[in-house]
């Protein structure tokens, strides 16, 4: 069982940065596909980024493309969504996903296909 604890969110400002961590206990993180996702106030979840057991593949959401950056340190059981310019449109609550296998092809977008995930940690970004 994977168990994760997502950390790192606050208000701040339109163009300030943040950095959002996840801890992962219990299972081999680094046989893990990671994924960052968000969901808004009355809108579905949706996929913002998500990385590869070994962190040499990224996917990100077009609209982050340039902004966001999603990294992992196996060592430390951690992965990170550096957030850059932020805009209000990236007001959410922020969830960190974990998946055993890996996806394929336009799964990694998918909510669905994540099997573990963190409790959220809210990012709100006034004007």
């Known amino acids: 069982q994977v168990q994760l604890v997502d950390s790192g969110g606050g208000l701040v400002q339109a163009g300030d940065s943040l950095r959002l961590s996840c801890a992962a206990s219990?299972?081999?993180?680094?046989?893990?596909?990671m994924g960052w996702f968000r969901q808004a106030p009355g809108k579905e979840r949706e996929f913002v980024a998500a990385?590869?057991?070994?962190?040499?593949?990224?996917y990100y959401q077009d609209s982050v493309k340039g902004r966001f950056t999603i990294s992992r340190d196996n060592d430390k059981k951690m992965v990170y969504l550096q957030m850059n310019s932020l805009k209000p449109e990236d007001t959410a609550v922020y969830y960190c996903?974990?998946?055993?296998?890996?996806?394929?092809?336009?799964?990694?977008?998918?909510?669905?296909?994540?099997?573990?995930w963190g409790q959220g940690t809210q990012v709100t970004v006034s004007p």
């Open positions: 990385i590869n057991w070994n962190g040499n593949r990224a």
């Open positions: 996903a974990a998946d055993r296998h890996t996806p394929v092809g336009r799964s990694w977008y998918n909510p669905g296909e994540y099997e573990y």
């Open positions: 219990g299972g081999t993180f680094s046989y893990l596909s």
